[in-house]
């Protein structure tokens, strides 16, 4: 299931990114809007989130790192 979710995460990122062209094509209000907010910049954050979520995941790192803080003695 989550392997599902990072794919279609990752998939509407890279799809909602050609959205950008009439960007390139529209007036200079058009233009300010899309470049205050960041458009593709956050596009392609959720896109490297999902998958790095999903590589650790498939990775077993998360199990890993959660097994070995366990372990540790706790220092407070």
């Not at 909602?16 to 390139?24: E, G, K, N, S």
């Not at 200079?28 to 596009?43: E, G, I, K, P, Q």
């Not at 392609?44 to 498939?58: D, E, I, P, Y």
Request: proline content about 4%; overall charge positive.
């Amino acid at each position: 299931m989550l392997f599902l979710l990072s794919g279609t995460t990752i998939l509407a990122a890279m799809t909602a990114m050609p959205a950008m062209v009439p960007y390139f094509l529209s007036g200079a209000a058009t233009r300010a809007t899309l470049s205050a907010r960041h458009y593709l910049f956050w596009c392609g954050t959720m896109a490297v989130v999902a998958f790095s979520v999903s590589w650790l995941v498939k990775g077993r790192a998360l199990a890993a790192m959660r097994a070995a803080m366990t372990r540790a003695p706790h220092q407070g």
